[in-house]
């Protein structure tokens, strides 16, 4: 999207909670990596390894899940799946206690950054209400774009990760086989 009228919503707690998360699980496993002594250990250390690494992977995901606005559609990115969805596919937007986006064929798209908590209930629903103005501020009298097939599309970002792993493993084997 190059629109110059691109708007981005997260979610500000999911997205610094995750970004903490993911260091944290990466340090421990380097750590973990790095403390247990032996060759002996290497299966294990493979193992444990690569399983904290698909930990962080899904932290990553899940921070990075967010709505991009713009004057040709709106782009949904929840933890695995990407929705692009045209401003002629929408039939309405709806605010109780979450952010839905009600498509013209009856189903309903609910951003994960827009999804209420109690936590963002007690400090009024900051990325709701981002998510709603955003919204509202598209001009109705944009050029509207063919409404096709809306369908969500997997989205895993599986390069980071599959680099990430290499990189643990390698580490992983490196040390323990020195």
Do not use: C, K
């Not at 997260?10 to 060759?39: D, E, K």
């Not at 908590?117 to 509202?136: F, G, K, T």
């Not at 997997?154 to 490196?174: C, D, K, R, S």
């Amino acid at each position: 999207m190059t629109n110059e009228a691109l708007t981005r919503v997260r979610a500000r707690s999911m997205y610094y909670g995750g970004w903490i998360g993911f260091v944290i699980v990466t340090l421990m496993t380097a750590g973990m990596i790095l403390s247990v002594p032996g060759r002996d250990e290497l299966g294990n250390v493979v193992g444990v390894s690569a399983f904290t690494w698909a930990i962080a992977w899904f932290i990553w995901l899940t921070a990075h899940t967010r709505l991009d606005v713009d004057d040709r559609h709106i782009v949904v990115t929840n933890t695995f799946t990407r929705w692009d969805i045209p401003w002629s596919a929408i039939h309405a937007v709806i605010q109780s206690g979450r952010v839905a986006i009600q498509l013209t064929d009856g189903r309903v798209v609910a951003p994960t950054s827009g999804q209420g908590s109690l936590a963002s209930a007690i400090m009024r629903n900051p990325a709701q209400r981002r998510i709603m103005a955003a919204i509202d501020a598209h001009d109705p009298n944009a050029p509207r774009a063919d409404a096709g097939s809306v369908r969500p599309r997997l989205h895993l970002n599986v390069a980071p990760f599959v680099i990430g792993l290499v990189l643990v493993e390698a580490l992983a084997v490196f040390t323990h086989l020195s």
